[in-house]
């Protein structure tokens, strides 16, 4: 990792942790950065200047000053404010588009993360750091490596700027009318010749596809899975061309953070050595929650409410899991009909399901910390977190196998002792009953059931090995 310290990273996202999040984007792009520093690379961050990204986090920040970004016809203005503490941030201004309610699903979203864009790379000499690689973050980003290639490669400082786009989820691809194009100052046969147009629209995310030098997934599976027509959106046989050049970096979690021996937010500390002490979290849950008081497998879930993540088997399997001798608790807000749907749950098994339709951080992390198992029945899963969590504390995940839960998860073998989890494969209600009827057989064997915990926690999925294989992608592609 020598070569590392030699790199000039610049992570370019609509969204980064602890600043502002809507999802794993901002996971992802507020710890790999730290990863990456801690290796060496001089990485630093942008992201816009959202009005909801609270006041605390601008102590201590630096105004750069602004310049004029152009976007067609019209210009608007663009702030840079700098923060250089740990991992360093410029924050994109401009209040016209940021000073919002929300992050995402205005009609002029083509406008708001077009200047973005533009302002990213107009802003690389203004503040004086010129990156060996950007990399480039979901179809908000997308434009970016287009107008690095197209409308400043004869400019020498930014000529040689190698360029990554990792797609987090196909499923989002920022398909816009084709007078967008427009505000790039690019030539209109990118659109003509189907370079950047996609059924009829220009496609953010097919540019970053199209004109970046590599393109990655947030798993090995997922990069796989995104080139059939099961898996693509519509971007399947694009995802097939760009053959070599498409890649599968399983994402990681902060160890340091997601520490059940040192976690302040989980109700008893405890380690691979002392799992017992899980039980007292349990206790504890079931005591706040107003679950029965019993030591029977608490069934665990932390998800959006959305068929994405499998609500739609999950509900026809529901009346047989509840059969069962077992409790279930969800986290979670989504689509209102699953909302609902808990509510009944919890209404009808009163004292054995609890449905907390919210989201609570510090109420995250007693969950984890305190289930004996964690579905995750996703129809896809690009990586998932949840899973990763979960193994860090112990509670035994069982996931369908797809994307990055296959990439995490292994079958465990109550006969070798091998394995971290439980797979099923079809994606029926019927794949989901199979995989809880294997864990509650492990279960009822306390040796197996320990020796499967203590697998769990032993699992390493840092983030330090995952920015290790980014170092070395970043140097396979500046060594082109």
Not at 2 to 18: D, H, T
Not at 49 to 75: A, C, M, P, Q, T
Not at 270 to 292: H, P, R, T
């Amino acid at each position: 990792m020598k070569q590392a310290e030699k790199l000039k990273i610049l992570i370019v996202s609509s969204e980064a942790s602890p600043f502002i999040k809507s999802g794993g984007l901002g996971d992802v792009a507020g710890s790999l950065p730290k990863a990456l520093k801690e290796l060496g690379a001089d990485v630093r961050v942008v992201i816009p200047k959202y009005r909801k990204i609270k006041n605390e986090h601008y102590i201590n920040i630096e105004y750069l000053g602004s310049f004029d970004v152009k976007l067609g016809w019209r210009k608007q203005k663009a702030g840079v404010l700098f923060k250089n503490e740990g991992v360093p941030v410029y924050f994109i201004e401009n209040d016209y588009y940021f000073g919002r309610d929300g992050l995402y699903g205005y009609d002029d979203d083509n406008e708001r993360f077009a200047f973005f864009s533009k302002a990213v790379v107009d802003m690389l000499p203004f503040v004086d750091f010129i990156p060996d690689v950007i990399h480039c973050n979901d179809w908000q980003t997308g434009p970016v490596p287009m107008i690095l290639r197209e409308t400043y490669k004869k400019i020498a400082y930014l000529k040689n700027i190698k360029t990554l786009y990792t797609i987090h989820n196909l499923q989002y691809q920022g398909n816009f009318d084709p007078s967008s194009l427009e505000m790039f100052e690019v030539p209109g046969y990118l659109y003509d010749n189907g370079t950047v147009e996609f059924y009829g629209r220009m496609s953010y995310m097919k540019a970053g596809i199209e004109f970046s030098d590599v393109v990655s997934t947030v798993s090995e599976t997922y990069a796989n899975e995104i080139q059939t027509p099961e898996y693509g959106y519509g971007f399947d046989g694009i995802m097939r061309s760009v053959g070599g050049k498409l890649r599968g970096i399983i994402n990681g979690i902060d160890y340091e953070e997601n520490d059940p021996a040192s976690d302040k937010r989980i109700f008893v500390n405890f380690d691979a050595d002392s799992i017992e002490k899980k039980k007292e979290n349990k206790k504890m849950l079931q005591k706040s929650l107003g679950l029965e008081e019993r030591d029977v497998p608490l069934l665990c879930m932390i998800t959006r409410l959305a068929n994405q993540k499998g609500m739609d088997i999950l509900a026809g399997a529901m009346e047989s899991l509840m059969e069962r001798d077992i409790q279930f608790v969800i986290l979670g807000t989504g689509e209102r009909e699953y909302e609902d749907m808990f509510r009944y749950y919890e209404d009808r098994w009163r004292g054995r399901v609890c449905s907390c339709i919210l989201f609570d951080d510090v109420l995250a992390q007693r969950i984890y910390a305190s289930g004996d198992l964690f579905l995750m029945p996703s129809r896809f899963e690009p990586c998932g977190l949840g899973q990763m969590f979960s193994l860090r504390y112990g509670t035994v995940p069982i996931v369908r196998k797809t994307g990055g839960l296959a990439d995490t998860v292994v079958h465990f073998n109550p006969e070798t002792g091998e394995g971290n989890g439980f797979l099923f494969e079809t994606y029926d209600s019927g794949g989901i009953l199979w995989a809880v009827n294997e864990a509650l057989n492990v279960y009822e064997n306390r040796d197996s059931w320990n020796r499967l915990v203590k697998n769990c926690m032993e699992t390493k999925l840092s983030w330090r090995d995952s920015a290790k294989k980014y170092i070395e992608l970043y140097e396979e592609m500046l060594n082109k």
